[in-house]
């Protein structure tokens, strides 16, 4: 029979990995008789942990909520997943940052050494977005490697590949790449890379889930000054389409048009666009996108009459667009579909 000691965390490991524990599975998971196992839930309690028992053919024991949270037990994978959300916690504007940092620091403080150092090289910086993405998984290997070379300031190679099976930017390009990475960073649900690449001699933005890290690493290099110094006007810059020089980071298209709807309607839905009521059904909105046709679609969302204020490069794209569905709206031959 193990120690009491390990058998209470044996026990209290097994309690928080499912609300229901029937009293004679877990005498049989720990190879104890059922007597002990009432002993060991008494001394647990006398801890603080807030242990009921259910009535029943399969009588048993369940870890309920208390008045008062009791020392937790955690793996290694559920410390580093739990330091890794605290991190990101820190910066979601959600009025949580002071007490994520104090609790990411009280974890931090009760870890062994092995894994602190995990964690003090995995830095995440955290930038909001207001945007709905398809989800992308990362291995987790993969971010521990990121993590270690922006902390370590190593030269970093890896291949990348994009949908099309090349790479971000360059059709013609062959892997791998090679960059000084600065920051880790999450958007919209994806975690990216940024890093300047040294072939190209300029700043890039890499998604996490299409990098394999090449091993060895290169050698330590001094970072550079990222462009406008900020990494979250930096990132949020570049989606909006800016070479990161350290303008405005403005969208390249914007265009401004008057909607028959609420204002207070239209600006639920109208992410970072300005929106000016001129009158119970009818609003002003200022919009930016990517591109001019992306952008009148964004508009043309809006289930209402639009007035194009301007500029006349909107107005081609709305044009572009009214073509291109009504071709869509018509078959092979000319003839208009029917649906049902």
């Known amino acids: 029979?193990?120690?009491?000691?390990?058998?209470?965390?044996?026990?209290?490991?097994?309690?928080?990995?499912?609300?229901?524990?029937?009293?004679?599975?877990?005498?049989?998971?720990?190879?104890?008789?059922?007597?002990?196992?009432?002993?060991?839930?008494?001394?647990?309690?006398?801890?603080?942990?807030?242990?009921?028992?259910?009535?029943?053919?399969?009588?048993?024991?369940?870890?309920?909520?208390?008045?008062?949270?009791?020392?937790?037990?955690?793996?290694?994978?559920?410390?580093?997943?739990?330091?890794?959300?605290?991190?990101?916690?820190?910066?979601?504007?959600?009025?949580?940052?002071?007490?994520?940092?104090?609790?990411?620091?009280?974890?931090?403080?009760?870890?062994?050494?092995?894994?602190?150092?995990?964690?003090?090289?995995?830095?995440?910086?955290?930038?909001?977005?207001?945007?709905?993405?398809?989800?992308?998984?990362?291995?987790?290997?993969?971010?521990?490697?990121?993590?270690?070379?922006?902390?370590?300031?190593?030269?970093?190679?890896?291949?990348?590949?994009?949908?099309?099976?090349?790479?971000?930017?360059?059709?013609?390009?062959?892997?791998?790449?090679?960059?000084?990475?600065?920051?880790?960073?999450?958007?919209?649900?994806?975690?990216y890379l940024v890093a300047w690449d040294l072939d190209r001699e300029d700043w890039r933005t890499f998604r996490a889930d299409r990098i394999t890290p090449r091993v060895p690493t290169g050698p330590r290099f001094t970072p550079r000054e990222l462009p406008g110094g900020d990494v979250a006007a930096f990132v949020a810059g570049r989606f909006r389409g800016s070479d990161g020089s350290g303008g405005s980071g403005d969208w390249p298209c914007r265009g401004e048009v008057i909607l028959r709807l609420p204002a207070a309607e239209v600006s639920r839905y109208s992410r970072d666009g300005v929106v000016e009521e001129l009158g119970p059904n009818r609003c002003r909105l200022v919009l930016g996108s990517w591109s001019w046709p992306g952008l009148a679609a964004d508009i043309g969302r809006f289930d209402a009459d639009i007035e194009v204020v301007g500029p006349d490069e909107l107005r081609d794209a709305f044009a572009q667009l009214a073509r291109r569905y009504a071709n869509a709206a018509t078959g092979p031959l000319g003839e208009r579909r029917q649906y049902v």
């Open 1 to 191: 029979m193990p120690k009491t000691s390990a058998r209470l965390l044996s026990l209290l490991s097994l309690l928080q990995a499912r609300r229901d524990w029937p009293g004679a599975l877990l005498a049989e998971r720990l190879d104890i008789s059922p007597r002990t196992v009432r002993r060991d839930v008494d001394r647990l309690r006398e801890l603080g942990y807030p242990i009921v028992a259910f009535k029943g053919p399969d009588g048993g024991y369940r870890l309920d909520a208390g008045a008062d949270l009791p020392p937790l037990l955690f793996d290694d994978e559920q410390a580093v997943a739990l330091a890794v959300a605290l991190q990101i916690a820190t910066t979601t504007g959600a009025g949580i940052e002071e007490a994520a940092a104090r609790a990411l620091t009280t974890v931090r403080q009760v870890m062994p050494a092995r894994l602190r150092r995990r964690i003090d090289m995995l830095q995440v910086t955290a930038v909001g977005r207001s945007a709905t993405r398809p989800e992308s998984r990362v291995d987790s290997g993969v971010l521990m490697a990121l993590g270690t070379a922006v902390h370590a300031r190593d030269v970093l190679r890896f291949d990348y590949a994009s949908p099309r099976g090349a790479g971000d930017d360059d059709p013609a390009m062959t892997a791998p790449r090679r960059v000084q990475p600065h920051h880790l960073v999450t958007w919209g649900g994806r975690w």
